[in-house]
């Protein structure tokens, strides 16, 4: 006899239908993770919202501790947002207005745009500083673009001090009318001057950078105070006049309220 011939083949075992599941379950469960990790990090935030080591502790929650967790592909990191910064008259034989006593638009231009441009990298955003007649300012695209500029050293009257401001055609109105809100709450709110009404001239309104950016790019032309009456703030505070406008600038990119002042 077959010494083979009683003994009963087994089958391989089948995996258990609760194995099965168990599966499934864990598949889905990373499936969920690249899902929300996708929508977080497609999801634009200038600050980095996303810690870089979340993906791995999601995956860790979600898989479970008792199996090694699968390894997720690290995000392509993206450049940071960009903002520019334009110092008026710089880059070229236009000095801007002139005092008697030498005191050029230009350098105070140059000095608290240099100012907003530290600040608002520090903030986390990239900048550029631009010349006034920049080459990259065609079809420029950034998040937010402010040109600063001074007004007249000439005596006009008792009433000619604080700022003005004005922004650039936008595909959508109510963005221009937002940084312009913006800027003057803030800029008031820090350096104490105030917006003076009535004097924004057709230089401003019809400023050339305005139609050599692009049309999605949020535009300000800002005359941070007149040379004459605000000299001294002009000249010896430019810290507070960039603060002022670097507030102005983040408060419209992350749509803080701008109401009760300014205007």
Known sequence: MDPFEHEQFQPEARPSRMASMNVLGQMLRVFVVAAFLATMFTAWTPLGLVPSDLAGQLVNIFWGGGQAAPSLPQPTPRPRPLIGIVAGHSGGVDPGAVCPDGLTEVSINLDVATRVKEKLTAAGFDVDLLEEFDERLDGYQALALVSIHADSC?????NASGFKIAVAPNID??????LSACLSNRYSRVTGLRFHAGSVSAHMTGYHVFSRIDLLTSAAIVEVGFMNLDRQILTQQPDL?????????????????????GQ
């Open 173 to 178: 109105p109510s963005q221009a009318t937002r």
């Open 154 to 158: 000439a005596y006009i009257d008792d």
């Open 241 to 261: 006049l960039a603060e002022g406008l670097a507030q102005g600038v983040l408060c419209y990119i992350y749509n803080e309220d701008a109401s009760g002042g």
